[in-house]
């Protein structure tokens, strides 16, 4: 799982060095799975790379970001939720370990059945970012101070 999330984060983070094909790609296996998974997705971008394919694109008011394989295979997806759609488990650990912060957003990543969520937090002086996944305790991965 901190391999798959590791390739979401360096994907993200290089989105601008994929090719894009707007709304085809090469991969026609990807595209046939997208369809299958994400019926009703709309503003579909397609980005192609040396690891496979990704699609960017809205579903039910949620972007979202899924990763094929180059046998058109879906390996995982991540998307923005609010912390109304995190698990009542995790929101329970925010509110003991974190109750002088406020959710300024959180990310979903799915992959193989699990789910992982990387949440930010902010009060007047940091901002923190979380790592959590339901039956696991929070990981701090990042605290900033403001100046």
């Given amino acids: 799982m901190k391999k798959i999330i590791t390739i979401l984060a360096i994907m993200f983070t290089t989105g601008a060095a994929f090719a894009s094909n707007d709304n085809v790609t090469d991969n026609k296996k990807a595209m046939v799975t997208f369809n299958q998974e994400f019926a009703g997705a709309s503003d579909v971008a397609w980005y192609n790379s040396d690891e496979g394919t990704v699609a960017k694109f809205v579903l039910k008011n949620s972007k979202v970001t899924a990763h094929f394989n180059k046998a058109g295979e879906l390996l995982a997806t991540s998307r923005y939720i609010t912390d109304a759609d995190l698990p009542l488990g995790i929101i329970n650990k925010l509110i003991k370990r974190f109750p002088e912060q406020n959710i300024r957003n959180v990310v979903e990543y799915s992959s193989e059945g699990e789910s992982t969520y990387v949440?930010?937090?902010?009060?007047?002086?940091?901002?923190t970012i979380l790592k959590a996944k339901s039956g696991s305790p929070l990981i701090t991965l990042k605290k900033l101070q403001k100046n």
């Fill in 119 to 127: 949440i930010s937090l902010e009060n007047e002086t940091e901002w």
